[in-house]
């Protein structure tokens, strides 16, 4: 049982790991330093819970870690994906409010 558990929180942690690291690139490259700064913070916190729960961690949840950080890693290059086509989607609504079209 414990397993279980330990291995939902690896894979977990890992995953919003990576998925905030992958959005404090894109902070960091945009030069939003407030967003920079509440990641870094997230980060560290999820460092921890890697340490944590990562050192004593069997082949189980090993894989479940290493999962985690490959569905993170995904998930945010499709969030990415998505807030870009809305903001592209927001400049064309506007373009076309302000031709009168």
Do not use: P
Not at 39 to 46: D, M, R, S, T
Not at 48 to 75: H, Q, S
């Amino acid at each position: 049982m414990m397993t279980t558990q330990t291995s939902i929180t690896l894979f977990i942690g890992s995953f919003s790991l990576v998925f905030m690291l992958v959005m404090q690139q894109h902070a960091i490259h945009q030069e939003k330093y407030t967003q920079a700064f509440v990641n870094a913070l997230i980060i560290g916190g999820l460092n921890l819970v890697a340490i944590r729960f990562g050192a004593a961690a069997t082949g189980t949840e090993a894989m479940a870690f290493l999962c985690g950080g490959g569905a993170g890693t995904v998930f945010s290059m499709w969030v990415r994906k998505l807030m870009s086509d809305k903001k592209l989607l927001a400049k064309k609504d506007m373009a076309v409010y302000q031709s009168g079209v």
